[in-house]
């Protein structure tokens, strides 16, 4: 693989930290790094890839020079950086759900379509952490057996609101331990021993932003814009791993035993799958690791060809981190950094 100068807008984030944790593990062929934050983190240092890097607030001029800048700020930010960052030269990595709907950047996950990476205009996009392992789990079945219908009802990890919200969860469990008051900031109730049916904003039609991400995104991924999908989702106390309970409709029937293998046969996803011995996949085991881990698959009963799930994945790496670097793999392996007529 080629070597490439990165600039990391949002170092200092829950994304961004474990974004340089990711690109040392995989020994990532960075030859320089520029790290960029806000104004409050300017100047911090940070050592990565055995190169020590001091924490700058993004400027054009900084950008230049940089081959792939990996963009993991809000939406907002990514908005006015992403654009500039192509202008200086850079192939742009995004993080927020900014540009993933725009039919000029493709929406990734390499694992399933890593060819829709040759149509990049200059910016690219990872899908939205609950998507990417839904996808990932149920593309394997959709390729021999079509999906006609899916209904998901997630299970999110504070840490898939950033930094903020982890000390929010952290603090105000305390504080209630403790009997005392500590009123949301970050959310619009408690978070802390509390379940929160509203993820991101409300739409006129009833359902949350974060929602129609999940709808509008995995018919994207997969190609597939006439699949019918309905979507649940619920914030819980968790720190790290979107769990999702998901159902699925199919073309023709299919056993459980033959979902468990065309799914374990798919590159990044596991299947813990042994009910009677209480194993399946569960957010405490699978914070820190990067497959996507399924189970309690089994026979929906209520619709004929019928599919049942429990997934499990960490928001951080797989569904943020790990799928934008696998991202920036593919484009070194493919040869599709920014040509200057691209830019
Ligand atoms: N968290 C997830 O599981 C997840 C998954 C998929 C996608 N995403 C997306 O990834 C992005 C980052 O999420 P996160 O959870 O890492 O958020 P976060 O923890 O709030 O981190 C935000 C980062 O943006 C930086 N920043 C803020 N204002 C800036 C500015 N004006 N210029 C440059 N940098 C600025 C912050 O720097 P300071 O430290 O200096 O404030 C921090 O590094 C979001 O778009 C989110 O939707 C997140």
């Given at each position: 693989m080629r070597s490439c100068s990165i600039a990391v807008l949002g170092a200092t984030g829950a994304v961004g930290q474990v974004f340089l944790r990711i690109i040392e593990e995989r020994k990532f062929p960075a030859k320089s790094i520029k790290l960029f934050a806000s104004k409050r983190s300017v100047g911090k240092r940070i050592t990565v890839l055995g190169q020590e890097c001091v924490v700058e607030e993004p400027t054009p001029e900084a950008l230049r020079?940089?081959?792939i800048a990996f963009i993991s700020v809000s939406g907002e930010i990514s908005r006015q950086w992403a654009p500039i960052a192509v202008k200086a030269g850079a192939l742009v990595i995004d993080d927020?759900?900014?540009?993933?709907?725009?039919?000029?950047v493709p929406l990734v996950v390499p694992e399933v379509n890593?060819?829709?990476?040759?149509?990049?205009?200059g910016i690219t996009a990872i899908p939205n952490c609950t998507t990417t392992p839904l996808v990932m789990a149920l593309y394997p079945i959709h390729k021999v057996n079509p999906i006609r219908r899916i209904v998901v009802d997630t299970y999110q990890a504070v840490s898939g609101t950033g930094r903020a919200a982890m000390d929010e969860l952290r603090e105000q469990s305390k504080a209630q331990l403790d009997g005392k008051a500590y009123p949301p900031r970050v959310y619009p109730h408690p978070i802390a021993f509390n379940v929160l049916p509203h993820v991101d904003t409300f739409l006129d039609n009833g359902y949350t932003k974060e929602e129609w991400k999940i709808v509008q995104e995995t018919r994207k991924i997969m190609h597939a814009p006439d699949i019918a999908i309905s979507a649940t989702t619920v914030r819980v106390p968790v720190f790290t791993c979107h769990s999702e309970a998901v159902h699925v409709e199919l073309a023709h029937p299919m056993s459980p035993e033959e979902a468990r293998e065309v799914m374990a046969a798919f590159p990044g996803v596991e299947v813990v799958d042994d009910p009677r011995q209480s194993r399946y996949p569960l957010a405490l085991d699978v914070a820190g690791k990067d497959p996507v881990y399924v189970g309690r698959?089994?026979?929906?009963?209520?619709?004929?060809n019928g599919l049942a799930m429990w997934l499990v994945s960490d928001n951080l790496r797989k569904g943020a981190a790990l799928n934008a670097i696998q991202i920036a793999e593919e484009v070194l392996k493919q040869d599709l950094l920014l040509t200057p007529e691209r830019r």
């Open positions: 020079g940089a081959d927020s759900s900014t540009f993933r709907m725009d039919p000029n890593a060819d829709d990476l040759r149509h990049h205009q698959v089994r026979r929906d009963v209520s619709v004929p």
